[in-house]
């Protein structure tokens, strides 16, 4: 059982455009952590929040925790060709510190 | 640059096998994950070895096992290879500190090892 669902499972769109990738469960979370993976190389972390209704930006990147610690969202602002890649998010729950993946959202952005 | 290495890049084997993947950690962490990552999904938690010992298992059969060293670095053994073994293998290294139950900082992740199996 996938304990974290990301959604679209897909995303292709032109440069300059916005986009919102979600990542939802039924469970709670202690933590959650947004990764960023390109061909050939393991995930790079983005981000962490670990507060209910927590927001962090990064440059064009805003990350929301959910008030309730189940779902998150990352929003890109006017894409780029370098934004390409899968996404990823994760999180530790109350029971384990272990990291549960979600199942991934592949952004292909086109100049 | 993570500073987390992995051996070998590629690999190919058939089923029945054994393989023996290798981690090099980033300097000063003591704590390696080692992950699953199938075409298109996300990583599915294999175990994670702190100061040599066990420390948590995912759901993968004992035919997967794993070692740390002295140093910290590790090495992932899987017997008698089966074709849905093929995946991308990915270790992570992470500083764990506590008196009590180590409490994991972030990790980061090597570049993989991707592994076919024919």
């Known amino acids: 059982t996938q304990l974290l669902e990301q959604s679209p499972q897909f995303l292709s769109i032109q440069e300059g455009e916005n986009l919102t990738v979600y990542c939802n469960s039924s469970?709670?979370?202690?933590?959650l952590q947004w990764y960023r993976q390109e061909p050939g190389e393991g995930p790079v972390l983005l981000v962490t929040?670990?507060?209910?209704?927590e927001v962090k930006k990064l440059k064009r990147l805003t990350f929301q925790f959910g008030d309730a610690r189940k779902d998150s969202s990352l929003h890109i602002t006017a894409a780029q060709p370098g934004d390409t890649g899968l996404y990823l998010c994760?999180?530790?729950?109350?029971?384990?510190?272990?990291?549960?993946f979600g199942t991934g959202t592949r952004l292909q952005v086109f100049p | 640059e993570t500073g987390v290495t992995q051996s070998p890049t590629h690999l190919i084997k058939t089923r029945g096998q054994q393989v023996t993947l290798r981690c090099s950690s980033q300097?000063?962490?003591?704590?390696v994950s080692w992950y699953q990552q199938a075409l298109g999904q996300g990583p599915q938690f294999i175990f994670q070895?702190?100061?040599?010992?066990?420390?948590g298992r995912g759901n993968f059969p004992p035919r997967f096992s794993g070692l740390q060293f002295p140093n910290y670095s590790s090495e992932l053994n899987v017997n008698a290879l089966e074709l849905d073994d093929s995946a991308l293998y990915l270790c992570?290294?992470?500083?764990?500190?506590?008196?009590?139950?180590?409490?994991?900082?972030?990790?980061?992740f090597g570049p993989g090892t991707r592994l076919l199996v024919l």
């Open positions: 992570a290294s992470s500083l764990a500190v506590g008196q009590g139950p180590p409490l994991q900082e972030t990790q980061y």
């Open positions: 469970s709670v979370f202690s933590s």
């Open positions: 994760a999180g530790t729950t109350y029971n384990t510190d272990k990291l549960i």
């Open positions: 070895y702190y100061r040599e010992e066990e420390n």
């Open positions: 300097s000063g962490h003591n704590t």
């Open positions: 929040v670990v507060t209910g209704g």
